[in-house]
T-cell receptor, first 114, second 112 residues
Framework: DTAVSQTPKYLVTQMGNDKSIKCEQNLGHDTMYWYKQDSKKFLKIMFSYNNKELIINETVPNRFSPKSPDKAHLNLHINSLELGDSAVYFC?????????????FGEGSWLTVV | GQQLNQSPQSMFIQEGEDVSMNCTSSSIFNTWLWYKQDPGEGPVLLIALYKAGELTSNGRLTAQFGITRKDSFLNISASIPSDVGIYFCAGPSGAGSYQLTFGKGTKLSVIP
């Protein structure tokens, strides 16, 4: 069974559309994340939720809105998509970092905005 | 915020050769993590280091947590074609240590 699963894996959409990426983890972790990987492969955190509560919100446009219905799910909704939103979006989860636990990534969602 | 400087940016090596890459930081990290990303996949944890000076192996991979807690290296011995990918160092940063900061990655190519 996949520990951190996200859907869809590939998404091609037109500018201006609204789209969502879903993520689920079955590891029993209490913290979930969204990372963005740009064309240069740089991984940058976008959001982090701990027990359904937003704890990290990096400088991300308001068009990006995460939603955590429960500890095992963290979805990412993107409004009014722009060309620059094209990237790979990784969901991840962990117990609290720095306490001997590490972060586990999903396989990524490749978003292409045309 | 904290930044990790990872080098080299890319490497081309012959199959069978040993590989070394490193990561440095201007500030102290309490944990160093090494991840590998295969093409089309998400990063997968290779080795986690929790104590300064710690040397840990995982098969042909060896990683060390620098004494100063500001650096770490990853060695791969006797490289094989499936070692191809991008290797990232990472460490917890930010308030509450809920955030991982990543290096920019070392892209490894292995020539058979």
């Amino acid at each position: 069974d996949t520990a951190v699963s996200q859907t869809p894996k590939y998404l091609v959409t037109q500018m201006g559309n609204d789209k969502s990426i879903k993520c689920e983890q079955n590891l029993g972790h209490d913290t979930m994340y969204w990372y963005k990987q740009d064309s240069k492969k740089f991984l940058k955190i976008m959001f982090s939720y701990n027990n359904k509560e937003l704890i990290i919100n990096e400088t991300v446009p308001n068009r990006f809105s995460p939603k955590s219905p429960d500890k095992a799910h963290l979805n990412l909704h993107i409004n009014s998509l722009e060309l620059g939103d094209s990237a790979v979006y990784f969901c991840a989860s962990s117990h609290r970092l720095g306490s001997g636990n590490t972060i586990y990534f999903g396989e990524g969602s490749w978003l292409t905005v045309v | 915020g904290q930044q990790l400087n990872q080098s080299p940016q890319s490497m081309f090596i012959q199959e069978g050769e040993d590989v070394s890459m490193n990561c440095t930081s201007s500030s102290i990290f309490n944990t160093w993590l090494w991840y590998k990303q295969d093409p089309g996949e998400g990063p997968v944890l290779l080795i986690a280091l929790y104590k300064a000076g710690e040397l840990t192996s995982n098969g042909r991979l060896t990683a060390q947590f620098g004494i100063t807690r500001k650096d770490s290296f990853l060695n791969i011995s006797a490289s094989i074609p499936s070692d191809v990918g991008i290797y990232f160092c990472a460490g917890p940063s930010g308030a509450g240590s809920y955030q991982l900061t990543f290096g920019k990655g070392t892209k490894l190519s292995v020539i058979p």
